[in-house]
């Protein structure tokens, strides 16, 4: 049995999505940022560096949102969820790699500065350049997104989710991503996907809003 | 023919250490930081991103140090630098992912606070907070080391040198490390093995100095 430890509108979503792609049968359980559940005993067992994601494999617990991902496409070879072969394996890793190490924490500057200075006069510069930075990292994005329809090419992999919720980060803090071309038209694709588009309905997430589904499906 | 990118003391040593223990037969091309050669046109050529490491492999280019291990385990599985079973090697990968979008992220406001915001008056805070998270993480590898001898337990693996490219990092910025006795000792382990060693001492690295080897004998 798999249970799932999630945030709404985290970088657990890229998981949650790859859970719903895999068809995966599991218990998603919901950490309340907003009570600050992420820093209490009971979740800190769990994970004692109070982050999501957090997946529960039997006896296994797998922290890490790539090495989730990574789990999950060994897990659920059939879905297809990363290249069969071993340039494209690298290919993908190194694609979830520059995900996880550049954009997102470059993204946590606009949405946590107190992470990264103590003094509140500070944290407008800190916002400021991460809104720069953010948008240098979009067009990166929608140059990778050229050849498509996917970020790997061909085919559609844990990759797509993974950089979709960083192109809705950007969107939730006031990025103008109206010169993406690319971007605009790999995320109709990806939200014309049943398992994406659910888990969006069910975070609230901004790139569903406007048109979205109604907020009433939202837990 | 494998080719590898570097710049010395950056993370890249990391993956220079993976590549002289795997007995791999290589090229090295030094990056020279201080004249900006990543962001001149010979390098942005090779990866427009403008950082180091990158492996070339024949015809392909790896980037994204992770990536670039996951790629040296498979090129070389007879020098078992990653666990062998499918548990142990999420383990592993998520190990590097902490690594690589937490501490390497965290440690660079301290090393590059101008990344992270425009205003010069406002790096004092960043690099003094940076400070105070390097120190918790080094704690947190600190108690990842208690088990012992190596981070993942029994077995050496590229996680090791990794994380050492990170206490290289934070005893150059003066990080006091003497509470953490686990550190120091296996410190000392990963400096004992010949292709640690011989890296270190190529790049002028702050763990060999002092006691060290004569600075003569780097690049």
Excluded at 205 to 213: F, Q, S, T, V, W
Aim: aromatic share 8%; charged share 20%; proline share 9%.
């Amino acid at each position: 049995m798999l249970t799932f430890y999630y945030a709404p509108n985290s970088c657990s979503t890229a998981a949650h999505i790859v859970l719903e792609e895999a068809g995966a049968e599991y218990e998603p359980v919901k950490v309340d940022f907003t009570a600050a559940e992420q820093h209490g005993p009971a979740f800190r067992a769990i994970n004692p560096r109070g982050k999501v994601p957090v997946l529960r494999d039997g006896e296994r617990t797998v922290t890490e949102n790539v090495a989730i991902q990574f789990h999950l496409t060994e897990r659920f070879p059939e879905a297809r969820l990363r290249p069969s072969d071993p340039a494209g394996q690298v290919r993908w890793l190194s694609t979830l790699c520059w995900l996880a190490s550049t954009v997102q924490p470059d993204a946590r500057h606009i949405t946590r500065p107190e992470n990264y200075s103590d003094d509140p006069a500070t944290h407008p510069a800190l916002v400021a350049k991460g809104h720069k930075t953010l948008t240098r990292l979009m067009g990166e994005l929608d140059a990778m997104l050229a050849p498509g329809p996917w970020i790997l090419g061909d085919d559609y992999s844990t990759a797509d989710p993974y950089a979709l919720v960083f192109t809705g980060v950007a969107k939730k803090v006031g990025i103008d991503l109206s010169p993406f071309a690319n971007i605009a038209a790999w995320t109709d694709r990806c939200i014309a996907r049943p398992a994406v588009r659910k888990i969006l309905a069910m975070e609230c997430n901004a790139l569903l809003n406007p048109p979205g589904i109604a907020p009433g499906t939202a837990d």
